[in-house]
């Protein structure tokens, strides 16, 4: 099993990928997902620690699976994952410092109650960072996001993306200008095929971003009952919005809408259906976020979930993320193992593309972006 | 030497007696005490205790959770989580912001349209049911429970390839020439959330109501008939009334499911797809506001408990709870 495992991750390790490297990869690293899910784990692996996570089941796929707990020696068992909500309710919950071993979530939605008021109150364990020295070769773009106080490191950025319009070019042609803003949501051009996301942070980002705010989280109350006029005029144009993952990728898969606000795993998800779907980049502003990796303040588990967090940040781990599910690893060293048409699709130069980069982050007064949003939907 | 005989032992009654016969339709009561002399089992105290289990159960899974949810709706809750500050803003919120009332409003009129629609639907289908026998009622009993032995998100997603734009209804529709474009409005607005709440709780209507039909004694429509009723006479005069505790116990299943259902409304609503559900559902879930959540909830619980307080004087929903039996 290590033997197939071990070469199966040196299929594109070190070189540029190419696009037949690209699709053999993915493939056969499926197929030995498989296979290691069903064999008996390695001796070594077995006598190894666990640590119980809690993180989209999305950001460790079965293929990438063996290579963290194969690079860690921890196995790692998933608890059900809801939401960042979810997460930070749990950790926050009284014992919900020492219920999980480890989390990934939104950074920039995390961290505040995480860290608490100040040095002291913070409910994460400061890590070590020995056990975890590929944090120091994280992209530049996500080197500064590292979450420290008072000279102790508490979270790293495991995985980032961005939030962008998909749509199926074979009915919204690529050289439309609307899809080159969020616009192409907004507009009365494609009445009735757009479908945005039941999402409150989201959809008033982007509309907020759309209508030129230049930083949507600081919105007061007047700009904000702006936006909710503006998006209760363009709701005419909505087919229908969706929740959840499945759904969103079925209302484009379908033919129901054209376009829609989506994530890159749904842009994946339709490419593999053969559809001729892409995402635009929206000079508006892209929205993008980071998760990252954090160990609550009385984990049980505290170093193994270290040497898991140090391995979620190996090039192994992020090119097979990568070729998976399309989301990017924050390791510095992946993008290289990719070419350069691929590294522009997968986003790898968002930096050089030139359009404006906004951080999903959280609104001091979600409250009120919330109620907003139920009055949209009221309308 | 006795002149009256005494109570034997075992039973109680005289061997022989100069007074005059005892009552020959003893009380019940008497008739257990007896039968159980006679079986030899002994009573065993007023057995209250048996009412344990079930006070237990619904103390700890009824009446405890409310009372938290009623507390914590007068807390205050940020992002951040939530704090026991006593106070009475989220009430106060839910009455003066226009959003919730009107949306209550929304809710309380589509849960007595659907309910009013899946009695329509229903009531013959149990009223066949209940006339049918054998196998034939088997097999119609087991098409009626197939859908449900699936999940109710499936049950509610299924109408989106069945009424959209691809789905099989224009597809077919296309197909036999009768349209040349797909129709749009067959999907994602208040009709198909109708359509699909209906759908799923039809079978909360039919059952309650298929029971109580099964329990009317066939002689009494024979009567009916023989004295000359005509079948309308029959259904109004005999039928419904004696089925009327099983309508009201659907309705109330149905109004009540309908009230919170978020699930249905989110999927084939469309940019409209909201029910007051979804905007209770939207202070647990995006932005972690339990206090208010609470807050909404309980609005709604007293809402839902005076409109079936208020209905019980006229339609009788004590004979929901009470089996049908007035005492």
Excluded at chain 1, 127 to 137: F, G, H, R, V, Y
Excluded at chain 2, 101 to 129: E, G
Aim: charged share 20%; glycine share 8%.
């Amino acid at each position: 099993m290590n033997k197939s495992l071990s070469e199966l991750t040196r299929l594109t390790g070190g070189h540029p990928t190419d696009r037949r490297t690209f699709l053999k990869g993915a493939g056969a690293a499926g197929v030995a997902g498989l296979a290691a899910g069903s064999l008996p784990m390695s001796p070594a692996l077995a006598q190894s620690a666990s640590v119980v996570a809690i993180m989209p089941g999305v950001f460790i796929p079965d293929p990438a699976r063996p290579i963290v707990e194969e690079m860690s020696g921890v196995k790692v068992e998933n608890a059900p994952y809801v939401s960042p909500t979810d997460t930070l309710a749990k950790l926050m919950a009284p014992g919900g410092t020492s219920q999980y071993d480890m989390m990934v979530s939104l950074t920039n939605f995390v961290k505040g109650p995480a860290l608490g008021a100040s040095d002291g109150d913070e409910r994460l364990r400061a890590l070590d960072m020995s056990n975890i020295p590929n944090a120091e070769k994280l992209m530049p773009l996500f080197a500064k996001d590292i979450v420290t106080r008072a000279g102790k490191t508490y979270m790293v950025p495991v995985v980032w993306g961005y939030d962008s319009v998909i749509y199926n070019a074979d009915e919204i042609p690529s050289d439309d200008e609307l899809t080159q803003s969020w616009s192409v949501l907004f507009s009365d051009k494609y009445k009735g095929r757009v479908a945005w996301r039941d999402d409150a942070h989201g959809m008033i980002m982007v509309a907020a971003l759309n209508q030129g705010h230049p930083d949507p989280v600081q919105m007061d109350e007047s700009d904000l009952k702006e936006i909710t006029k503006f998006l209760i005029d363009r709701k005419k144009n909505v087919r229908t919005m969706w929740t959840k993952f499945g759904e969103a990728v079925n209302l484009v898969s379908s033919g129901e809408v054209w376009a829609m606000y989506g994530w890159i795993a749904m842009r994946a998800a339709l490419q593999r259906q053969d559809l001729n779907v892409t995402n635009n980049w929206p000079t508006d502003g892209l929205l993008t976020w980071h998760q990252s990796g954090f160990v609550p303040k009385d984990a049980p588990n505290g170093e193994a979930a270290e040497r898991v967090i140090n391995a979620m940040l190996s090039k192994e781990y992020g090119q097979k993320l990568t070729e998976v599910t399309n989301y990017p690893s924050t390791s510095g060293e992946v993008a290289a193992l990719f070419d350069e048409e691929d590294q522009r699709k997968l986003g790898f130069d968002i930096v050089d593309r030139g359009v404006k980069l906004y951080g999903l982050d959280f609104p001091v007064n979600i409250d009120k972006w919330v109620e907003s949003w139920n009055t949209i939907k009221t309308a | 030497m006795r002149t009256t005989a005494e109570p034997s032992r075992a039973g109680g009654r005289p061997h022989s007696d100069p007074e005059p016969e005892p009552d020959p339709s003893p009380s019940p009561d008497a008739g257990r005490k007896a039968r159980r002399k006679e079986s030899g089992v002994r009573p065993i105290g007023r057995p209250i205790w048996l009412l344990g289990p079930g006070v237990l159960w619904l103390l700890v899974f009824g009446l405890a959770p409310l009372l938290f949810m009623l507390m914590m709706s007068f807390w205050t809750s940020t992002i951040f989580g939530t704090s026991p500050d006593f106070q009475f803003g989220n009430y106060a919120r839910v009455i003066v912001t226009e959003l919730y009332r009107d949306q209550l409003f929304k809710t309380l009129r589509i849960a007595f349209m659907t309910t009013a629609m899946t009695l329509v639907i229903s009531y013959p289908v149990a009223y066949l049911l209940s006339r049918l026998q054998g196998m034939r009622k088997a097999l119609f009993v087991l098409m009626m429970f197939l859908p449900f032995w699936t999940s109710y998100v499936i049950r509610a997603f299924v109408w989106l390839p069945i009424l959209g734009r691809n789905g099989a209804i224009n597809n077919t529709l296309l197909a036999l020439g009768i349209i040349d474009q797909p129709l749009d409005w067959l999907l994602f607005n208040e009709g198909a959330v109708f359509l699909g709440l209906v759908y799923v709780y039809t079978l909360f209507m039919t059952l309650p109501i298929y029971l109580s039909l099964e329990k009317i004694d066939p002689a009494l429509i024979e009567a009916a008939t023989d004295l000359g009723a005509r079948p309308a006479a029959v259904f109004r005069r005999v039928i419904l009334p004696l089925s009327w505790p099983g309508v009201l116990s659907g309705c109330i299943m149905v109004f009540l499911l309908s009230v919170s259902a978020f699930v249905t409304p989110q999927l084939l609503g469309g940019a409209s797809g909201i029910m007051y559900g979804n905007v209770i559902a939207s202070q647990f879930l995006a932005n972690n506001n339990w206090a208010f959540g609470s807050a909404l909830s309980l609005t709604l619980v007293a809402i839902v408990l005076v409109l079936l307080l208020v209905s019980s004087r006229w339609i009788g929903v004590q004979h929901v709870f009470t089996g049908g039996r007035d005492s």
